[in-house]
Each structure stands twice: as structure tokens, then as C-alpha cells.
């Protein structure tokens, strides 16, 4: 079992700047995967970025250029660096993990990002 948590969220205007960070029960070295996901009022959960074991990262198009996804192995954690933010990024965001040959999934309770107008 793996258990993640989030951190970082809050009440931010927009063109700035918050950190998220998730950190894991588990060595990430021992994870596949780790991401970040977010979830609007209405909509269904969404792909944000994604860093592999090897380094590797990957961004939705919508957050390209702005979000930087990067991770510590030594503290266990995976981080969203999210700048230039815009009131469409408002959502929950949840950070997420796969694990092993049978891709076990992992997910964190969620924390909440508004950014005002």
C-alpha cells in the first residue's frame, strides 16, 4: 500500500504562483510513475504532468510552458511548481502514483487550488 499526500494548496490571484508537493509512504524509487491530476466542479479528473522513475516528465498542453513537475527522491516527494496561473486551473488537484508490473494506482486525498480573477 502506498499513501500519498498533498500539500500546497490555497487562494491565489491570477498570474501567480503556487507549490504543491505530494510526498509517498514509499520510496519513489520503488514507483513507476508519479502525477499530478486536478478535477473542476463539473468536469472529470484530468492528466496535469507526469514524471517517470527515469526522470522522464510529460505536461498536458494547457499547462505547458507554465507547470514544471519535478521530484526528491531523498525526501519522497514529487512536486508541481505552477506559475502564470489562470482561474481555469481552479480545481482539486490530486497527486497519483503507479506501481509495479501490474500498474497498481495510488491516490492522494486531494488539495484545493482557486485562483481569482
Known amino acids: 500500500q502506498v499513501q500519498l499526500v498533498e500539500s500546497g494548496g490555497g487562494l491565489v490571484q491570477a498570474g501567480g504562483s503556487l507549490r504543491l508537493s505530494c510526498v509517498a509512504s514509499v520510496s519513489i524509487l520503488r514507483l513507476n510513475v508519479m502525477g499530478w491530476y486536478r478535477q473542476a466542479p463539473g468536469k472529470q479528473r484530468e492528466l496535469v504532468a507526469v514524471i517517470t522513475s527515469g526522470g522522464s516528465t510529460d505536461y498536458a498542453d494547457s499547462v505547458k510552458g507554465r507547470f514544471t513537475i519535478s521530484r526528491d527522491n531523498t525526501k519522497n516527494s514529487v512536486y508541481l511548481q505552477m506559475n502564470s496561473l489562470k482561474p481555469e486551473d481552479t480545481a482539486v488537484y490530486y497527486c497519483?502514483?503507479?506501481?509495479?508490473?501490474?500498474?497498481?494506482?495510488?491516490w492522494g486525498q486531494g488539495t484545493q487550488v482557486t485562483v481569482s480573477s
Open positions: 497519483n502514483a503507479v506501481r509495479g508490473v501490474a500498474s497498481y494506482t495510488y
